[in-house]
C-alpha cells in the first residue's frame, strides 16, 4: 500500500486574528520551520512546492462585514485544489503544511472535484481541539475564517467561502467526523443538532486513539475516501503550547502520532494536512521536532512499507460463521494456529492487511473488520493463516494505548495513571472559539 507522500506547503495566515495591532499571525512560518527538521527526506517524500499566499492586511475589516480576507482566501483555496488534485493525479498521497485552518478549504474544494469526478462522496476526518464550526447562524458575528472552516465546508456562511465553483457543501455533515475537541467545545451542541458525528477528549482517551481511528473509518464506509485535517492545538498546551489558542485538555504527542497512523492506514485515506503551528511560540525548534518526529512516525503506513503500523482491531474470536451483507452468502473466521486466541499483533508481527472485497461481513450487527492474511503470534511465525479480524467484547486495554494526561510529563510522553486522575485531566478547562477576529 506504499504511495509516494508529495509535501505541499500552504503558508497562509489569511484566517486568523492579528496576534496584536502591530502583528500578524506566525503560522504561516510554520512549513518552513517543519521542513527544517528533515521532514521530507525522513518521509522520502517528494517536494511540491510552495503556494504563496495573497498579503496578510484586514484593513479597516469591522464586525459585521463578513469573513476577513474573503477574496484572498477564496482565490487562495481555488490554487490550493488545483495544486492538491495534480497531487493525487499523480497517484501520490499529499501532505499539506498550514498555515492556518483556512487551508481546509482549499483542500475541501479538491475532495469535491475528486468525489464528482469519481462518482462518490468524499469524507472528512476533523482532527482538532476546536469545533471551528462558528456560522452566521449560531454567532452574533464572523470574522476569521479559522475559526469557521468546518462550518464552511459544510456549506454554512457566505457563497463566495462555503459555495466555491457552485459547489455546496463540500462535505455532507454525514459525511465528517470530528475527533479531539474539548468536552465543553462551545459549539458542541449544534455539531449534534447537525448530525456531525463527535468524539471528544474524554471519549478518544477512553477508547484509545487506535480505536478511535477505526472507529472514524467505519463512520465514513459509505465514502470512497476522506481527507484528514489535523489541527495541533488538538495536544494538550502542557506538551505543544505554541499555537494561537491554547486550550487546556488535550492529546499527547503519543496519541496523535497513533492515531494518524490509524487514519492513514488504508488506501481510503486520500491526505493530510496539519494546520496553526506557530513557531513565533517556538524560539529553539523543540516543538517542531516534536512535531515532526510525530508526522514522520504517524505517516509510516504510507511510507514505509516494511513497518508494521498498529493494528486498529481486538484479536478474533474463536471461529464462528460470519454472515455478509453484500455478494457471497458467508464468510468464515479461519481457527489460528494459537490455539484460537486470536492473532498477537505487535511490533514484530509480520501481518498484512487487505480489503475483504465486495459486501462488509458482520456479526450480529458488528462489521467484521477486514482479512488478514500473513503470519501470527509473538516471536517465530506458527505458520500462515487466512480470515477474518472481528471486533469481540474487550475487557481488558490494549497494552499498546497510552492513556493518562500529558501535563508535566514533557513533549511525546505519557504516564500511566489511575482512571479517576485520567478523567479530571481530560476536561480540564472550556474550549473558546479558535481564532475568531475580537
Not at 79 to 97: C, H, K, Q, S, T
Not at 322 to 343: D, I, W
Not at 378 to 388: E, R, S
Amino acid at each position: 500500500m506504499m504511495r509516494r507522500i508529495a509535501v505541499l506547503d500552504a503558508p497562509t495566515n489569511l484566517g486568523l486574528r492579528p496576534p496584536t495591532s502591530t502583528s500578524v499571525p506566525g503560522c504561516g512560518k510554520a512549513p518552513g520551520a517543519l521542513r527544517d527538521h528533515d521532514l521530507l527526506a525522513r518521509l522520502r517524500a517528494r517536494d511540491a512546492g510552495c503556494l504563496t499566499p495573497p498579503r496578510y492586511d484586514p484593513g479597516d475589516w469591522r464586525p459585521g462585514d463578513g469573513v476577513c480576507h474573503a477574496r484572498e482566501i477564496s482565490g487562495y483555496s481555488v490554487a490550493l485544489a488545483d495544486r492538491i488534485g495534480e497531487i493525487i493525479d499523480r497517484g501520490e498521497f499529499p501532505l499539506v503544511l498550514g498555515g492556518d485552518c483556512s487551508v481546509l478549504l482549499g483542500s475541501a474544494l479538491a475532495m469535491h472535484r475528486l468525489g464528482e469526478a469519481v462518482g462518490g462522496r468524499i469524507g472528512l476526518v476533523f482532527v482538532d481541539g476546536h469545533s471551528d464550526f462558528r456560522h452566521p447562524g449560531n454567532a452574533s458575528y464572523v470574522g476569521a475564517a479559522a475559526g469557521e472552516d468546518l462550518a464552511l465546508v459544510t456549506g454554512r456562511g457566505q457563497a463566495d467561502l462555503a459555495a466555491i465553483e457552485g459547489r455546496r457543501p463540500y462535505f455532507r455533515d454525514i459525511d465528517v467526523v470530528v475527533l479531539g475537541i474539548r468536552a465543553q467545545d462551545e459549539y458542541r451542541l449544534d455539531l449534534q443538532a447537525a448530525g456531525i458525528t463527535t468524539r471528544p477528549v474524554p471519549a478518544l482517551r477512553a477508547e484509545g486513539a487506535a480505536r478511535t481511528a477505526q472507529w472514524a473509518h467505519e463512520q465514513l464506509a459509505d465514502c470512497a475516501g476522506y481527507w484528514v485535517h489535523i489541527d495541533v492545538d488538538v495536544l494538550d498546551p502542557a506538551v505543544m503550547p505554541a499555537v494561537d489558542a491554547p486550550d487546556p485538555g488535550g492529546i499527547a504527542f503519543a496519541e496523535l502520532e497513533i492515531l494518524l497512523a490509524g487514519l492513514v492506514d488504508t488506501p481510503h485515506c486520500l491526505g493530510v494536512e496539519l494546520t496553526v503551528f506557530d513557531p513565533d511560540y517556538d524560539p529553539d525548534g523543540s516543538y517542531a521536532a516534536e512535531i515532526v518526529n510525530t508526522v514522520v512516525a504517524g505517516l509510516a503506513p504510507v511510507s514505509a512499507p516494511e513497518a508494521v503500523p498498529p493494528r486498529l482491531l481486538p484479536a478474533a474470536p474463536p471461529p464462528q460463521r460470519v454472515r455478509s451483507t453484500g455478494p457471497g452468502a458467508l464468510a468464515r473466521v479461519a481457527t489460528p494456529p494459537n490455539g484460537g486466541a486470536g492473532p498477537v499483533l505487535g511490533p514484530g508481527s509480520p501481518v498484512g492487511i487487505t480489503p475483504l472485497g465486495s459486501g462488509e461481513p458482520t456479526v450480529d450487527g458488528v462489521d467484521a473488520g477486514r482479512a488478514i492474511e500473513g503470519e501470527i503470534g509473538p516471536g517465530a511465525a506458527p505458520g500462515p493463516v487466512t480470515g477474518l479480524l472481528v471486533p469481540a467484547p474487550v475487557e481488558t486495554p490494549v497494552a499498546v494505548e497510552p492513556v493518562g494526561p500529558p501535563a508535566a510529563v514533557g513533549p511525546g510522553l505519557l504516564r500511566r495513571v489511575p482512571r479517576a486522575e485520567e478523567d479530571g485531566a481530560s476536561e480540564d478547562g472550556t474550549s473558546p472559539s479558535s481564532a475568531g477576529i475580537a
